[in-house]
């Protein structure tokens, strides 16, 4: 029996190899969500000085590989065994193995978080060209949500490969016996396009009204990849998720942490995690959202 033939026949074989291989993706996302942000804002320097016809600016060599991850307080490199998902945390309790400062919960969660979604993904499509790509998928979710709760920023070189890939992956319909991610072409053009005009026509009408942008251009971009992924059929309910919960949290941190309303909230966290909802039950939601609040 071929590995393929074993983790097509054996689902929860599958799972467990995408949970264990997710955590270490949910380590590498740690960087990402780090390091993508002052790449970008480096590169923003540069071009500013450019356009300004000013010497631009020399950073040291820094991406996703260059430098080695080290403790911010006493420059500490973390060796291989003090970068376990998960376990080198705990091995630690939390703190850095030379100044014992204490290491953010956050990466670890961000591990175990990426673990668990990937699974649930794995879980819900099995073993297949749907299954892998909504494991790949719900990498890049992970990545965008929490550099737009750091950064309001939805990095275009995450959102855009992501969204061309959905638009490329419509041209396998018909290869495999499944009908959620795997849509005809036009449906995913017609979704990226309703996706993106979508929100983009509510912030034009809030623009109108208030004299300014309510949201930013990555959303737009955002729901237009779910659009290309799901079809235009599941985006009024990811708009309906998203909206209902930020606006719940956004009140919430008005009316009791004292949030200046002024702050801009980041919407792409709720826009990705009603997308991803949406991919993994978004027949279900509709249906219960048909049954429970629309007149038969």
Known sequence: MTIVELLASNPTVFIAIVFVFSLLIGSFLNVVIYRLPVMMQNEWKIEAALIEERDPPTFPTFNLMVPRSRCQQCGHQITALENVPVISYLVLRGRCSSCKTKISIRYPLVELATAVLAAMAAWRFGFGIEGIAAVLLTYALVALSMIDFDHQ??????????????????????????????????????????????????????????????????????????????????????????????SIVGLTMIIFLGRDKQIPIPFGPYLAAAGWLAMIAGDSLIAWYSTTFLPS
Not at 178 to 207: N, Q, T
Not at 219 to 245: C, E, N, Q, T, Y
């Open 153 to 246: 920023l939805l990095p275009d070189s995450i959102v855009m490969p992501f969204l061309w890939f959905g638009l490329l992956l419509s041209l396998t319909h018909g290869l495999e016996n499944a009908d959620v991610l795997l849509i005809e072409p036009g449906a995913a053009i017609v979704g990226a396009v309703v996706g993106y005009l979508s929100l983009w026509s509510v912030s034009m009408l809030y623009k109108l009204v208030r004299g300014r942008h309510g949201m930013g251009h990555g959303d737009f971009k955002l729901l237009s990849l779910f659009g290309a992924w799901l079809g235009a059929s599941k985006l009024p309910i990811i708009i309906l998720l998203s909206a209902g919960v930020g």
